[in-house]
């Protein structure tokens, strides 16, 4: 991975992390971000080159990351790739259907890896929650909500936030939504800035997302329940409960046992990173690739739609 030459456009919040990520494990030609200011300053604590423009940094790269806003990945992506250049996209993957349709279609043409930045899937909790294999849940309720930041806020809270739960509903159900329920309201932002939704999905699994960009207290909680057992993950502890029943005692609850599952700390930033380098240098598959970003997209828009419903009741 050292040979690899990569760079990153946008260097904002996230894409200060990425850039640092890639200084480690490849050779990070230099970054890109349209706050020269800003592009300055990270290059400045990475020790490399700033690019004057993105046509610039694409002649010099074999593989990129794009962290700029949302409503900006598609332009970006799509010039990116047809200059050769792999991409990893931040999520949410586009705006769009048709611009997700556009990149994967590029990608395909091109034979370039394109992977999109669903990060919580290589969370150690939902690692260990796939490969245990309880099967599909009856039930699953997540909150994810966080303290109001002047970021993101070209998209909402859906796209924002809780596109993460639904990526993670998906990935652990395997299915399909089939019926979509949802509220939002618009607090500080034109957009929605939180929202819940109650989702049907077609193996009969049904979840319920709560997301809010406008709390006090972060919460960032999944809860899986099963027949027999019931998983709780808190992302912000990195705590993950399994309980058991019939198999054991919790103080109090006779006949449930309490799974204190030990989870490895990782650096979520770097394993996505390397697995999209990985992928480019193996020609291997990535472990969100675009349709898996476009499916993730497409539930999200469901649920937008549901939320400009109610609306304009
Ligand atoms: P940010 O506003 O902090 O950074 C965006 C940067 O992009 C800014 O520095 C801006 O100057 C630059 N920029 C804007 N337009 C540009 C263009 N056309 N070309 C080059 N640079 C451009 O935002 P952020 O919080 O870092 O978010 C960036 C992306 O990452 C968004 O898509 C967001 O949804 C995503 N994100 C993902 C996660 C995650 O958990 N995976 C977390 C936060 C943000």
Request: glycine share 6%.
């Given at each position: 991975?050292?040979?690899?030459?990569?760079?990153?456009?946008?260097?904002?919040?996230?894409?200060?992390?990425?850039?640092?990520?890639?200084?480690?494990?490849?050779?990070?030609?230099?970054?890109?971000?349209?706050?020269?200011?800003?592009?300055?300053?990270?290059?400045?604590?990475?020790?490399?080159?700033?690019?004057?423009?993105i046509?610039?940094?694409?002649?010099?790269?074999?593989?990129?990351?794009i962290?700029?806003?949302?409503?900006t990945h598609h332009e970006v992506a799509e010039e990116a790739l047809r200059a050769?250049v792999?991409c990893?996209v931040?999520?949410?993957?586009t705006?769009?259907?048709?611009e997700?349709?556009a990149l994967i279609a590029l990608a395909?043409?091109r034979?370039?890896?394109l992977?999109?930045?669903?990060?919580?899937?290589?969370?150690?909790?939902?690692?260990?929650?796939?490969?245990?294999?309880?099967?599909?849940?009856?039930?699953?309720?997540?909150?994810?909500?966080?303290?109001?930041?002047?970021?993101?806020?070209?998209?909402?809270?859906?796209?924002?936030?809780?596109?993460?739960?639904?990526?993670?509903?998906?990935?652990?159900?395997?299915?399909?939504?089939?019926?979509?329920?949802?509220?939002?309201?618009?607090?500080?932002?034109?957009?929605?800035?939180?929202?819940?939704?109650?989702?049907?999905?077609?193996?009969?699994?049904?979840?319920?997302?709560?997301?809010?960009?406008?709390?006090?207290?972060?919460?960032?909680?999944?809860?899986?329940?099963?027949?027999?057992?019931?998983?709780?993950?808190?992302?912000?502890?990195?705590?993950?409960?399994?309980?058991?029943?019939?198999?054991?005692?919790?103080?109090?609850?006779?006949?449930?046992?309490?799974?204190?599952?030990?989870?490895?700390?990782?650096?979520?930033?770097?394993?996505?990173?390397?697995?999209?380098?990985?992928?480019?240098?193996?020609?291997?598959?990535?472990?969100?690739?675009?349709?898996?970003?476009?499916?993730?997209?497409?539930?999200?828009?469901?649920?937008?739609?549901?939320?400009?419903?109610?609306?304009?009741?």
């Open positions: 991975m050292k040979n690899l030459k990569t760079a990153v456009i946008g260097v904002g919040h996230l894409g200060r992390f990425h850039a640092q990520k890639y200084a480690n494990v490849s050779d990070l030609q230099g970054i890109y971000d349209a706050n020269p200011d800003r592009a300055a300053e990270v290059a400045r604590e990475l020790g490399c080159r700033t690019f004057a423009s046509p610039e940094l694409l002649a010099s790269v074999e593989a990129i990351s962290a700029t806003p949302t409503s050769g792999h990893l931040e999520k949410p993957f705006l769009d259907i048709p997700a349709d395909q043409e034979q370039l890896v992977a999109v930045g669903h990060i919580k899937r290589v969370h150690p909790a939902i690692r260990y929650l796939r490969q245990v294999g309880y099967g599909a849940p009856r039930y699953l309720e997540a909150e994810r909500l966080a303290p109001f930041k002047a970021r993101s806020l070209d998209i909402d809270v859906i796209m924002d936030l809780m596109i993460h739960d639904l990526d993670l509903t998906l990935l652990l159900t395997e299915a399909e939504p089939v019926d979509v329920r949802a509220v939002g309201v618009a607090a500080v932002t034109d957009k929605a800035d939180m929202a819940n939704a109650w989702i049907t999905l077609s193996n009969g699994t049904v979840a319920n997302l709560a997301a809010s960009r406008v709390v006090r207290e972060p919460a960032r909680r999944l809860r899986i329940f099963w027949q027999d057992r019931y998983a709780s993950v808190d992302f912000i502890q990195n705590t993950l409960h399994i309980y058991h029943r019939g198999e054991g005692a919790v103080p109090g609850i006779p006949g449930v046992r309490d799974e204190a599952v030990n989870l490895a700390k990782t650096d979520a930033l770097a394993a996505e990173i390397e697995d999209f380098l990985g992928a480019v240098l193996r020609q291997s598959p990535v472990f969100c690739d675009g349709m898996a970003g476009r499916r993730v997209l497409a539930a999200a828009l469901q649920v937008r739609k549901a939320v400009d419903g109610f609306l304009s009741r």
